[in-house]
């Protein structure tokens, strides 16, 4: 992979044996893999294999907050690299186990952002009277680089029903609680994921692409 000469930028597609695509709006290059006969492909092997499941349990994790991890990993954004796949490669060296069935996600072990961002202190999650969710933390403005306007992100997520439901940029630090609205709440108690983070604006980036600092992501448990 290489990035593609100024002449070929903007190009999507495959062209003769090179194939084009554009990540973060730099277009790249790579030669398009050979054909081969179903006579030449080998079984894969154990190690394969593995790989293999570590992927599809990933990008079954993944595949719903696409756009989130794209603002929520950033810090993660060089050349052809995404947030995408910075979170990737974290679920798969740190929150991937094994069990006597085999390869399972650990929830616990996921980080939904990621940054140096002072996180949240003593978060708690819970369900209202009312059927919400209210997420609470205490105001630690002034301890690390945590200041007043950073706005909390929240995610919760139904894994069973691959649903997550998230808010990007909430109330500020200082706010110390956000509730939030879950569609059909009876049907949701006790299968939802949480987590909280922060971000904040990032005015002093020279990439226009990292717009935001934000801080890793604590996990609170299902609620």
């Not at 790989?51 to 052809?80: C, D, M, N, S």
Request: charged fraction near 20%; hydrophobic fraction near 35%; proline fraction near 6%.
């Amino acid at each position: 992979m290489a990035k593609a000469p100024e002449q070929y930028q903007g190009l999507n597609g495959k062209v003769g044996n090179l194939i084009f695509y554009t990540i973060n709006g730099v277009t790249y290059v790579r030669s398009a893999p050979a054909k081969k006969d179903k006579s030449e492909k080998k079984p894969s092997t154990p190690a394969q294999l593995h790989q293999q499941e570590k992927l599809r349990l990933t990008r079954w994790f993944l595949e719903p907050l696409r756009q989130l991890v794209y603002f929520t990993h950033q810090h993660g954004i060089r050349g052809a690299r995404t947030g995408y796949h910075e979170a990737s490669g974290q679920i798969m060296n740190h929150a991937l186990v094994h069990h006597d069935t085999g390869l399972a996600l650990a929830p616990n072990q996921i980080l939904i952002s990621s940054g140096n961002l002072t996180g949240p202190k003593a978060p708690q999650v819970g369900w209202t009277e009312d059927g919400r969710v209210k997420f609470t933390w205490e105001n630690n403005v002034g301890a690390g680089n945590a200041k007043a306007k950073d706005q909390v992100l929240v995610l919760l997520y139904d894994l069973e029903e691959s649903m997550p439901y998230y808010l990007v940029e909430g109330p500020p630090r200082s706010a110390e609680s956000l509730l939030m609205d879950v569609p059909i709440p009876e049907e949701r108690r006790g299968k939802l994921h949480a987590y909280i983070a922060f971000s904040c604006r990032n005015s002093r980036s020279k990439s226009s692409l990292i717009t935001h600092n934000l801080s890793n992501s604590v996990y609170l448990g299902t609620v």
